[in-house]
């Protein structure tokens, strides 16, 4: 499912569908849940750096800086199926949600 190439996390370089886990709990979810990057932006404390949104496996999303990516999550790669994703607007994020689109596994919920 996932296309490995740790040097893109370590550059600051995320993608819309690379995939995390979260290495503390976190918006309701466990150490250890898988979240989808849906949307990039401008670090607002570095921008020389990427900040992401990412969905988790309850529903919950929240946007990361350059060092919140560094303290709270791990990328474990990069989901082609997620890599296309338009991102409108957080309603639309959570209807795609409901709708069964952020595929997650039970492991990570």
Same mark, same amino acid.
């Given at each position: 499912?996932?296309?490995?190439?740790?040097?893109?996390?370590?550059?600051?370089?995320?993608?819309?569908?690379?995939?995390? =886990?979260?290495?503390?709990?976190?918006?309701?979810?466990?150490?250890?849940?898988?979240?989808?990057?849906? /949307? @990039? #932006?401008?670090?607002?404390?570095? +921008? *020389?750096?990427?900040?992401? %949104? =990412?969905?988790? +496996?309850?529903?919950?999303?929240? &946007?990361? &800086?350059?060092?919140?990516? %560094?303290?709270?999550?791990?990328? =474990? &790669?990069?989901? @082609?199926?997620?890599?296309? #994703?338009?991102?409108? /607007?957080?309603?639309?994020?959570?209807?795609?949600? @409901?709708?069964?689109?952020?595929?997650?596994?039970?492991? *990570?919920?």
């Amino acid at each position: 499912m996932f296309q490995h190439s740790p040097e893109l996390s370590e550059m600051g370089a995320c993608m819309i569908g690379d995939c995390f =886990i979260l290495k503390v709990d976190c918006l309701g979810n466990k150490a250890g849940a898988m979240g989808y990057v849906f /949307n @990039e #932006y401008k670090d607002f404390d570095d +921008p *020389t750096k990427i900040g992401v %949104q =990412i969905i988790f +496996p309850n529903g919950n999303y929240d &946007g990361f &800086g350059w060092k919140e990516q %560094q303290e709270f999550l791990k990328w =474990i &790669g990069h989901s @082609e199926k997620h890599s296309n #994703y338009q991102f409108r /607007n957080v309603m639309q994020v959570s209807r795609d949600f @409901e709708q069964g689109y952020w595929s997650f596994s039970k492991e *990570t919920k």
